[in-house]
C-alpha cells in the first residue's frame, strides 16, 4: 500500500483548472507530493515567439541505472458547454463511485496512479534500490506542444541523463482495464490549400478564371488514390478534407480566391516529407497558381514488441486477467517525442470518456491501475 491515496489526489488535481496554456497550481500541488519522497523536482518554463509559455515539471528519485520514467500531461481540454455537465467540471467529486471532472481520465487520474505507485514502491525498496525513477509532467500536450514534452527531453538529454524505458499515462484502454496498450502512433501533418484565379462575373467565364474548379479537381486528384492498405501494425493511411471556404456571399461573382485544408494520419510507410512531395505532385499535375501550407504535428513511430511491452502486458495481465491489445489506433500524443529518446509505450485509463462532457474516471480503475503501475515497476527493476 501507498502513503498516497491515488483516488484523493486524482481530486486535488482535478480542483485546479488547468485548461491548456494554464497551470493554475496544479504542478505545484503535484510537487507538494513528491519532494517528501525524495524526488528532486524541476520546475522548467519553456517559451516561443508566437506561443504561449508553459510550466513542467521534471521529478527524478535516484541517480543511478536503470532509469524508469513515467510521462504525461498535467494540462486539459477546456469543459465545453457548462450546461451539460451534471456536476461541476473541476470539483472532483465521486458520484455512483466515478471521479468527475475535466482530466478525470486525461489524464490526471493516471499522473496520480503512477505517483502512488512511484511511492509505494520506494517505499518498499528505497534503501537499498540503485536505479531511478522519474516523472516528466507537461503543461502543453493539449495545446501546440512546443513548449513542452519536446523540449523537456532535450533538457534532460543536454544534462547527460538517459531514459532507459517510459510509459505514457494516456488513456489507452477502450472498454476495460487492460485490453489495450499502444506501442506506436500514426504520423500527423496537416496542409493549407490557397487557390488563386481571377474574380469575374459569372455571365462572363471566359474573363475570369474560377478558382473553385481548380481546387475541386486537386481535391479529387488527392482522395482518389489510395495511399496505402497498412500493414500489420497500422491500418490505412487516410487523407481527410476538414474544410472548403470560399466565403463569396455574391451569386453572380466568380471569386478570386478559394481555401481548403485537409489532413494526412499515415503509418511509418511514409514521411511527412515524401507525402508533402506527393501532394504537390498531385497539385502540380492540375496547375494554376496556388500555395500551400504545411504543419507536421509528428511522424509515425513504432516501439517494436519486447521487453517494455511484455513488461507492461504482464503486469496488466497479472491484475485484470484480461491479455492486452498491442495497437497503433488513435490520434498524436507526446510518446512521438519520447521515442527519439527511449523505448515508449502508453498505457492508463478507459478512453470513453475523454475530452467529453461529464469526463470521469471509475474508483476502482485509478486503483487497478496503480496497481499495475507497481507490478511494471517490480518487474522492470526486477534483480535491481
Known sequence: MSSIDPVALTQALIRHPSVTPKDEGALGRLEA???????????????????????????????????????????VVPVGDLKGWTVDPFAGEIVDGQVYGRGAADMKGAVAAFTAAAAAFLEKHGKGFKGSISLLITGDEEGPAINGTAKMLKWVAERGETIDACVVGEPSNESHMGDMIKVGRRGSVNYGLTVTGTQGHVAYPHLADNPNHRLVTMLAALT???????????????????????????????????????????????????????????????????????YVSGESFLTQPGRLSETVSAAAAAVTGRNARLSTTGGTSDARFICRYAPVVEFGLISRTMHKVDERAAVADIRTLTTIYGGILDRFFDGQ
Not at 516561443?48 to 500531461?73: S, V
Not at 488514390?225 to 463569396?248: A, R
Request: hydrophobic content about 35%.
Open 33 to 75: 507530493v513528491l519532494q517528501p519522497l525524495g524526488f528532486t523536482c524541476h520546475r522548467l518554463r519553456f517559451s516561443e515567439p508566437g506561443t504561449p509559455d508553459i510550466d513542467n515539471l521534471y521529478a527524478r528519485w535516484g541517480t543511478g541505472a536503470p532509469h524508469f520514467c513515467f510521462a504525461g500531461h498535467m494540462d
Open 224 to 294: 482518389e488514390p489510395e495511399l496505402d492498405k497498412g500493414n500489420e501494425w497500422f491500418q490505412q493511411s487516410s487523407l481527410q478534407v476538414t474544410t472548403i471556404d470560399v466565403g463569396n456571399p455574391a451569386h453572380n461573382v466568380i471569386p478570386a480566391i478559394a481555401r481548403a485544408g485537409f489532413n494526412i494520419r499515415f503509418n511509418d510507410q511514409h514521411t511527412s516529407e515524401k507525402l508533402t512531395d506527393w501532394v504537390r505532385k498531385r497539385l502540380d499535375k492540375v496547375g494554376g497558381t496556388y500555395d500551400l501550407d504545411v
